[in-house]
């Protein structure tokens, strides 16, 4: 409400009666541009306690950056890929010297095995892998039957 001089206790404010009856008129007809300051402080309240929510959240690793996930997975995908490309050089002279079919295949097993496991480490950094590890949360992932 427009005002000419802030009251205060036992201060009566003073009104400009012309630009309060034009600021009312605004008012009731729903003009978006006049701002009720209790709801603007209601509004920065809001945020204010969204802000420090995620702050928190963030400091107890329960919520990540996306830009850090993004950085991980790149990582975990980077280097799956170039082991799974070495694997025909790394293990082409064991295959061919293989005696036996389950010889050559046991080589590839434990090979792929060990590219799996190497991709099932989280790529987490440590301070991240100890808050989870404290807040109880497993990085393990479970034990699967072989298909």
Known sequence: MPCVTVGGRGRPGQYDTVKVIAWFVAW??????????????????????????????????????TRDVLEVWQGMIAAARA????L?????????????????????????????????????PAKVERALESSGARLDAPARPDS
């Open 83 to 86: 082991r799974f490309l070495a």
């Open 88 to 124: 025909p050089r790394k293990l082409a002279a064991v295959v061919i010297h293989a005696e036996t079919a389950s010889e050559a295949e046991k080589a590839l097993q434990d090979e792929i095995r060990q590219g799996l496991a190497e991709l099932g480490r989280s790529g987490l």
């Open 28 to 65: 009731q007809a729903g003009d978006k541009e006049l701002l009720d300051l209790n709801e603007e402080r209601a509004r920065l309240a809001h945020h204010q306690a969204d802000k420090t929510a995620l702050e928190s959240a963030t400091l107890k690793s329960e919520l990540v950056r």
